[in-house]
């Protein structure tokens, strides 16, 4: 059972000696075992991150240099989305605005975060033989691909994609005339049933195929954040759906559940009016913030591994990490207005999510906190994975930090849609999230593959994409608070100071000098990707060898499995005799101890 | 390594997967419906006073499908003791109950949705307002029966499904000539279709989407019965267990019409 | 309920089932007879008629589902859905209150 035994990185094949061989089709596409699957999220998920991040640079281009042909990519843009001479126009600007948050959040990180590395590590993590339910997990796989490919369509159409933003308020989201919007809900639909179908298999196997031993406060911190994101997926992606179909309705059968009376647009034909376009966004906010945890419980999960990994001890407040994670879970629920203050719900209201969301901030602060705390004394090791996991936390913290004024309520009439939001938001999921995820990539890389990435251009990839991480999103705070609002083409150019000359609150030009080095900043982020894209693949070949089952010498059960691990994980069912994080033991012979060793 | 309880339950949870599944589905399940009937309370609570209709809808139908149902669920829940009790000649009968019962209630149901598909209001161009079922619609006249014409006055009183049912009801024709035109030279009349107003909006989405579960539930029960109820021979406990999760689901679905019933027939 | 039983103990639930049966039905009845019984009050007809629906829907998931004598696990699950579904419902209502500005009317 210990660690050393299969070192070859394909050794694995021996132990599938006794299951029948499956075909290619059977054993990488329509796979059932949670390994595959996890890898075939992870992979599907990366790409849609990519793409959804090239709409960024190409909107980029519109916001610092507005009205001028994008280059290098200006002919397809003309050829594909028929955009005049490669000019980025307010439609299309729009369809890339709304995709690229629909793409990175539904399409990129919860299926990366969530799907892909919980169903690679939690299952082993809990010393599980597969999901409990491993066809309902492909079947999870095959509707987020249709989703995907019912989002990637709509650019297709005519009138292009989903224009009215990631939000898809109504009624503009039921004004846009195309079909985009359509599309787009028809995806949303098949992505949540995907989450919906994910969560539900998480949940069961966390609650019921734990392996002997292993109680509940002894899973990794890992198994809980995606047992509470579990939950937050299970029980807040239904009224969106409950949302979705009602502005289907608005949208085929020409209801009117978020169109007021009075409301006269063209675009609309003749309705009934008597809806209510509060209600879209109190549905879509259930699910919205919630999400917000859905995004980072994962990404926290994983930077508590690598802490406890590369520090070599155990990790700070174990159980305030736990409880603080389920009071997230609980209190995720009830703030969800604090992103509503400007449609006057009324003061008292207001008061009240306004309050909520400033008790969420407490169990953040503290799992940052002992995360922190969690390296004090430590003798660091500092490789790429742990360099990941420690930006993490201050990036973070800024997430975080600048989310306070947004939860106030005066404060948030001021910044509300401007491109402070952007800023907060992004920090949070951008160098806080991505990173995480990044770290889980170099960390459960050998374990996938039995090969190290390169440590080398690990580094590269981290201290670039770090500096243009800031340089992006630090900028934007100040933006935001000259009052620059987000959503527009032309960054703001008709509302500079330039060209209103004398104009009260008129933009800067040093505020929009600005969009010129953000873009520039983005672009060079995207060279940056090109080391751990090119690292990535190279490294499943060419990559260092690892020298055991347990590279990092880590403590949990993953690293208690053959290289790559076979069909149904553990050569003998593990026993669990301690907890997640028993590093530098005293009086023990090593300075880690499996959770299995007796 | 196989996947365990997947019949027999575990030590700690005294649950098989299956049932924490299902139950973790419901609970999605129970917020999905939540959310409309939320969407329901506030368009409600919204509407003008009088643009909310009471007594649309026909509640001897409605009850009939509410017993429908009920019957239902006592034989899923027969046919499920019946197989604990070793007797799979019965739990086949019951079983086929149920489907009988389903098929009832979709094919009353689409009975009920197409009388609203042909139940129109027509504005006149003297403004008096006609409501009725389409029979007839010719080259210059439309004929309508159980027609009444509405006065919106009296109708802004009505606040219970039995105050409508004292208006006369008669057969009303009416020249085409007469309708008043909608911009864009449309005729002003409108069928109690989805677009009719918020209520007939949210009805039709309610029942379409319980309808769509009852389909749902129903595709499951039949295939548990049929084709793959050899089962019984082979594995009988982990036969009985999926008999319990497909009962679960649709006890689920009665649970929902228990709601649904009132709410929209009878309020 | 996944105890092994014997026969006898499931004709006992066996009755428990059709005296729910009779229940359910009974209830039905009641509320449609209470819609058509002209109670001005609306407020009190609505109370009826969702009371009647609770007990019903009691009835159901606490013994056809088995709801009565599940294990904690399933409680727990179904706790947590209560409070968020409420959470949803009554703050979404809140919103609406005549203090709010944007309450539809």
Request: proline share 5%; hydrophobic share 50%; with cysteine.
């Amino acid at each position: 059972m210990q660690a050393t035994t299969h070192a070859l990185p394909h050794g694995a094949v021996a132990h599938e000696a006794h299951h029948e061989e499956l075909g290619f089709w059977r054993k990488y596409v329509f796979s059932t075992d949670h390994k595959i699957i996890g890898i075939q999220y992870g992979i599907t998920a990366l790409i849609f991150l990519f793409f959804g991040f090239c709409l960024m640079m190409m909107m980029r281009w519109s916001i610092a240099y507005p009205n001028t042909p994008v280059p290098v990519v200006g002919p397809l843009l003309e050829k594909v989305l028929g955009a005049d001479k490669g000019v980025i126009s307010g439609e299309v600007y729009n369809q890339f605005g709304a995709m690229h948050g629909t793409i990175m959040v539904f399409l990129g990180i919860v299926p990366l975060a969530f799907a892909a590395f919980g169903n690679f590590v939690v299952p082993l993590q809990i010393g599980a033989p597969d999901m409990a339910f491993p066809r309902i997990n492909m079947a999870s796989y095959q509707a987020f691909v249709v989703g995907g490919i019912i989002m990637l369509v709509s650019f297709f159409i005519p009138g292009g994609a989903a224009q009215a933003g990631w939000t898809s308020y109504s009624p503009l989201a039921s004004a846009v005339a195309t079909q985009g919007q359509t599309f787009w809900i028809i995806g949303m639909v098949f992505l949540i049933t995907s989450s919906l179908l994910g969560a539900v298999n998480f949940l069961a196997t966390i609650i019921q195929l734990r392996a002997p031993g292993m109680t509940w406060m002894r899973l990794p911190f890992f198994v809980w954040s995606q047992f509470v994101t579990g939950f937050l997926l299970l029980l807040a992606f239904p009224p969106l759906e409950a949302a979705a179909i009602m502005q289907l309705m608005d949208k085929v059968a020409h209801t009117s559940f978020f169109l007021p009376s009075g409301l006269q647009i063209s675009s609309l034909g003749h309705i009934s009016g008597g809806g209510s376009p509060l209600l879209w966004q109190h549905l879509f906010w259930f699910l919205g913030h919630p999400e917000v945890y859905v995004l980072i419980l994962p990404a926290m999960g994983i930077v508590c591994e690598i802490i406890a990994n590369n520090t070599r001890k155990p990790i700070w407040g174990y159980k305030s990490l736990v409880y603080s994670a389920l009071t997230i879970g609980f209190l995720s629920f009830i703030v969800w207005a604090h992103h509503m203050y400007m449609t006057g719900m009324g003061t008292k209201i207001s008061t009240f999510f306004q309050t909520t969301t400033m008790i969420i901030s407490i169990p953040s602060v503290i799992i940052l906190t002992c995360l922190f705390l969690s390296l004090w004394g430590a003798s660091i090791r500092f490789n790429a994975p742990m360099l990941f996991a420690l930006a993490f936390l201050p990036m973070f913290g800024i997430g975080g930090l600048t989310g306070l004024p947004l939860g106030f309520n005066y404060s948030d009439l001021h910044l509300h849609d401007t491109y402070y939001v952007i800023a907060h938001f992004h920090y949070v999921v951008a160098p806080g999230t991505i990173f995480g995820l990044f770290a889980g990539i170099y960390y459960w890389y050998p374990k996938m593959t039995g090969r190290h990435m390169s440590e080398f251009w690990g580094k590269v990839h981290f201290w670039t994409s770090l500096i243009f991480m800031n340089l992006i999103f630090q900028p934007m705070f100040a933006q935001g608070m000259a009052g620059m609002l987000r959503r527009m083409a032309d960054g703001g150019a008709n509302y500079s100071a330039a060209q209103v000359p004398g104009a009260i609150g008129g933009l800067s030009p040093m505020i929009m000098h600005f969009n010129q080095t953000i873009s520039i900043a983005a672009w060079c982020l995207g060279l940056a990707q090109i080391p751990f894209i090119i690292n990535f693949f190279w490294s499943i070949k060419h990559g260092k060898p690892i020298a055991s089952d347990n590279p990092w010498e880590a403590t949990t059960l993953e690293w208690q499995t053959p290289t790559p691990p076979p069909h149904g994980n553990f050569e003998k069912a593990p026993e669990v005799h301690r907890g997640p994080y028993e590093y530098s033991v005293p009086g023990a012979a090593r300075d880690f101890t499996p959770q299995n060793e007796a | 390594m196989d996947i365990p309880y997947t019949s027999e339950p575990r030590q700690d949870t005294g649950l098989f997967n299956a049932k924490v599944g299902i139950w973790l589905f419901l609970a999605s399940e129970v917020m999905l419906f939540g959310a409309l009937f939320s969407s329901y309370i506030l368009l409600r609570v919204g509407a003008e006073p009088g643009e909310w209709p009471h007594g649309l809808l026909n509640i001897p139908l409605g009850m009939t499908n509410t017993i429908v149902l009920i019957v239902s669920s006592i034989t899923v829940v027969m046919a499920w003791a019946s197989l604990k009790m070793k007797n799979f000649a019965r739990f086949k009968l019951f079983q086929s109950i149920t489907l009988l019962c389903a098929l009832a209630f979709l094919g009353i149901k689409s009975y009920e949705y197409h009388d609203k598909f042909t139940h129109y209001e027509v504005w006149l161009k003297d403004g008096k307002i006609a409501d009725g079922h389409l029979v007839e619609n010719n080259a210059d006249t439309i004929v309508l029966h159980h027609a009444h014409y509405v006065d919106k006055e009296a109708a802004a009183k009505v606040t219970h499904a039995w105050q409508e049912r004292e208006i006369k009801e008669e057969e009303i024709t009416i020249k085409k000539s007469d309708i008043r035109l909608r911009e864009g030279g449309k005729l002003d009349m409108e069928s109690y279709g989805p677009w009719h107003n918020t209520y007939t909006a949210i009805y039709f989405t309610l029942t379409g989407l319980h309808a769509l579960h009852v389909i749902g539930g129903a595709i499951v029960i039949f295939f548990l019965w049929g084709p793959l109820s050899g089962m019984w021979k082979t594995d009988p406990e982990r036969y009985t267990n999926r008999i319990e999760i497909s009962g679960l689901f649709w006890h689920f679905v009665d649970l929902v019409w228990i709601f649904l019933f009132p709410v929209l027939y009878l309020l | 309920m996944s105890d092994n039983h014997d026969a006898h103990d499931f004709q006992k639930h066996v009755k428990r089932y059709l005296f729910v049966f009779y229940a359910l039905i009974v209830g039905t009845v009641i509320t449609v007879a209470a819609s058509w019984a002209h109670i001005d009050s609306v407020a009190i007809t609505v109370a009826i008629a969702l009371f009647i629906a609770c007990m019903k829907g009691f009835l159901v998931a606490g013994y056809f589902m088995h709801l009565i004598s599940e294990r904690k696990m399933i409680y727990g699950i179904l706790l947590a859905t209560v409070f968020f579904f409420a959470g949803l419902m009554y703050l979404t209502i809140w919103s609406m209150q005549p203090e709010s500005l944007v309450h539809i009317r």
